[in-house]
């Protein structure tokens, strides 16, 4: 069975510039999430799809972050205008869902997108 | 505010030693999972254990669980230089949300 695949593995734009980030979770995964990496510091949870849904996007920075997932399959991140302190790695993950009163979902990564910004 | 810290930030052994490593966390819990990220590469899940289990084991690899300290430990035995990786341990928020919140991560280096 694939794993979490994302695309690009690299990418390095000039500030203003946009850029794309996908991700292609575990087929069956209704769950799927994105989390950052900035500077060594600690991941970060971004947003949560439930199929093609946004469950919580909480951790969304602000509005120059746009995900989307349409037909609940891959979902793309984009970035617009990017900026020097959007810098670091994006991660992906996917789940099966699981009951509410037992939410012991292994979230599964992907191998992140190291993104920088000039 | 960061729900897990990891304790040593980073950690340096001999192959064939033992790694332990620590977590803490604010909140209630229902599971602690610990996650392994090697150089360039993504997280991989690693164990899970439940609020209701005390211990769990897998191959090599010990999870603890102390509720009322509301902390964890990873133990890592005979340990190898593959074992070369930066360890998370990982919280669900409380509620309804299933996003993961990650500590800072400690960085283990087994050397040959």
């Known amino acids: 069975e694939a794993g979490v695949t994302q695309f690009p593995s690299h990418s390095v734009i000039e500030k203003g510039q946009t850029v794309t980030l996908r991700c292609d979770p575990i087929?069956?995964?209704?769950?799927l999430y994105w989390y950052r990496r900035v500077m060594g510091k600690e991941i970060k949870f971004l947003l949560h799809?439930?199929?093609?849904?946004?469950?919580?996007e909480s951790g969304m920075p602000n509005n120059r972050f746009l995900a989307e997932r349409t037909g609940g399959t891959y979902s793309t991140l984009k970035v617009q205008p990017a900026e020097l302190e959007d810098s670091g790695v994006y991660f992906c993950?996917?789940?099966?869902?699981?009951?509410?009163?037992?939410?012991?979902?292994?979230?599964?990564f992907g191998p992140g997108t190291r993104l920088t910004v000039l | 505010s960061q729900q897990g810290e990891e304790d040593p930030q980073a950690l340096s052994i001999q192959e064939g030693e033992n790694a332990t490593m620590n977590c803490s966390y604010k909140?209630?819990?229902?599971?602690l999972q610990w996650y392994r990220q090697n150089s360039g590469r993504g997280l991989v899940h690693l164990i899970l254990?439940?609020?209701?289990?005390r211990e769990k084991h897998s191959g090599r690899l010990r999870v603890t669980l102390d509720t009322s300290k509301k902390s964890s430990s990873l133990l890592i035995t005979a340990s190898r230089a593959a074992d070369t990786a930066s360890y998370f341990c990982?919280?669900?928020?409380?509620?309804?949300?299933?996003?993961?919140?990650f500590g800072s991560g400690t960085q283990l280096t087994v050397l040959p």
């Open positions: 993950a996917s789940s099966q869902d699981q009951p509410l009163r037992d939410r012991t979902d292994t979230q599964y």
């Open positions: 087929s069956g995964h209704d769950n």
């Open positions: 799809f439930v199929k093609e849904s946004k469950q919580d």
């Open positions: 909140t209630s819990i229902n599971n």
């Open positions: 254990i439940r609020s209701n289990e």
């Open positions: 990982a919280t669900p928020l409380s509620g309804s949300a299933r996003q993961l919140t």
